[in-house]
């Protein structure tokens, strides 16, 4: 199992953002992350990610504690994340000389494909910094990829380019967490959708048997959310 | 190594314009050094030290503002992503420490000689030893009692406050720390007079002072002969105790 998550509860406080859950996510998978606002999205993708330590529960990632394995993953948090100096050329001195595992050749070629501007990210719109940041997530060959809100705020044409660039970019080894509130366009990205609902786990379903069903992702949503 | 080095570029490019700024406001102090020819030839040299200690304070506290600030890149995300960086705690700790460390060095060594040429506007005839002790050594001695030890306390008081934002009110620990600070550096300088002097003091300021006293523009000035070194080793071993210790809270730290 590449990561999983037992019992987990997380507290802010007095308030729970994820309470009682648990999920194994096995290698090679594209996992819709869904929920309405505060339902525990971003907590659950920060645990995974190290970020957050649990209140109570276990979280495993590569038989280890998340912290300790976080070479082996990519986050991109749902903030710019970016420094205002940065330029496109910035971020891969960055990236190469933090990650054994990214491809600068790789990097460059996305950062084509997703027509970034090379200026500095205080002058770049919010979809141009959304791509520079998801090409220099891409661009590192890892195992587990969490994209929390990628598409937040972003342009038609910038989200339409970064999802494309997830399925090209996607293998079959990797397994890719996306939360979105985009359902309705990131629907044919996922095998399988996580609904959240108030830091519970509502339903955890295979976008094919909900087909199956005769019920698209969407619909789903707003049987389980609404 | 190649880690820290990116690490230190990252530092670089974060707090260059820092650095540059509080290099740069030593014209701005020069200018007011000069300016205190105009008044009575007596009373130059005491304006003068007063105007040089001003600028290392404020030194001082701009450093400590450079390599402690965090809230903005805590919620723009940076700081996520270097916690989920691979390079350790210990990487991004000493990075940081480092370039705060050479600009340390720069700004205080410049000030050094900021104060040699104070002494030279007074009229106070230094000598070639004088003038080193000056712009390296007192500067090193004053760095290595004070400013190491604080810029060390910041990062792990920027490191422990972070650690407990998210699940937890951070004011809390952050008061603790201050709090509990207050009451350390009490019980370290009480300790820190009892056992000074017990090694040999160094003769940093002999001949300056004996340059000063040769002059009848400060005939006042009391002799310090010697300086004491343990000071200087108490601090930098707390300071080496500090950075570990913040090292060791980054792995903890939530964000």
Redo the contacts between chains.
């Keep these: 199992m590449l990561a999983s998550l037992s019992d987990v509860t997380k507290r802010y406080g007095r308030t729970d953002g994820l309470s009682n859950v648990t999920i194994d996510f096995p290698a090679g998978q594209v996992v819709g992350v869904l929920g309405l606002n505060g339902s525990g999205k971003s907590t659950l993708l920060k645990l995974l990610a190290g970020l957050l330590f649990p209140t109570a529960g276990k979280v495993t990632l590569f038989d280890g504690p998340p912290r300790e394995k976080r070479a082996k993953l990519v986050y991109l948090g749902e903030n710019d994340s970016l420094w205002t100096w940065m330029t496109p050329a910035d971020a891969e001195t960055f990236m190469q000389g933090l990650y054994d595992d990214f491809d600068v050749g790789r990097y460059r070629a996305l950062l084509d494909s997703l027509a970034v501007p090379k200026r500095k990210t205080k002058a770049m719109s919010k979809g141009e910094r959304g791509r520079l940041r998801l090409a220099m997530a891409l661009a590192r060959d890892a195992k587990l990829y969490l994209l929390d809100e990628p598409l937040a705020g972003i342009d038609l044409l910038s989200r339409e380019k970064i999802l494309q660039s997830i399925v090209r970019e996607w293998h079959t080894d990797e397994t890719i967490l996306l939360s979105t509130h985009e359902v309705a366009e990131a629907e044919g990205l996922f095998e399988r959708v996580l609904y959240l609902r108030e830091g519970r786990l509502a339903l955890d379903a295979r976008a094919e048997e909900l087909r199956n069903q005769g019920r698209s992702v969407v619909q789903a949503f707003r049987e389980v959310l609404g | 190594m ?2 820290f ?3 230190f ?2 530092e670089y ?2 707090s260059g314009a820092w650095a540059i700024a509080l290099i740069g406001s030593l014209a701005f102090w020069a200018w007011g050094l000069f300016q205190v020819r105009r008044i009575e030839l007596a009373e130059q040299l005491g304006i003068r030290g007063m105007l040089v200690a001003m600028a290392a304070v404020g030194g001082a506290v701009v450093l400590a503002l450079m390599i402690g600030r965090l809230r903005g890149e805590t ?4 700081y ?2 270097l ?5 350790s705690g210990h990487a991004h700790i000493a990075a940081r420490y480092t370039f705060a460390l050479a600009t340390a060095v720069l700004y205080y060594v410049m000030i050094g000689g900021l104060a040699c040429w104070t002494l030279w506007m007074s009229a106070v005839p230094l000598d070639a030893g004088s003038i080193a002790q000056l712009t390296l050594a007192i500067p090193l001695y004053v760095l290595g009692v004070t400013v190491l030890p604080l810029l060390a306390w910041t990062l792990l008081l920027m490191v422990f406050t972070s650690a407990y934002r ?4 951070g004011w809390v620990p952050g008061t603790v720390m201050i709090l509990g600070t207050l009451f350390v550096l009490r019980w370290l300088i009480e300790g820190i007079v009892r056992v000074s002097y017990t090694l040999p003091g160094w003769r940093l300021l002999e001949g300056v002072q004996t340059a000063v006293l040769q002059t009848t523009v400060e005939a006042q000035l009391e002799p310090v002969a010697t300086l004491p070194q343990e000071p200087l080793w108490i601090m930098l071993a707390l300071t080496l105790v500090l950075l570990v210790i913040a090292s060791r809270i980054w ?2 730290v ?2």
């Design positions: 190649k880690g080095r990116t690490l570029w990252l490019r974060r919620r723009g995300g940076q996520q992503v916690l989920l960086s691979p390079p998210v699940s937890g009110p792995r903890e939530e964000a």
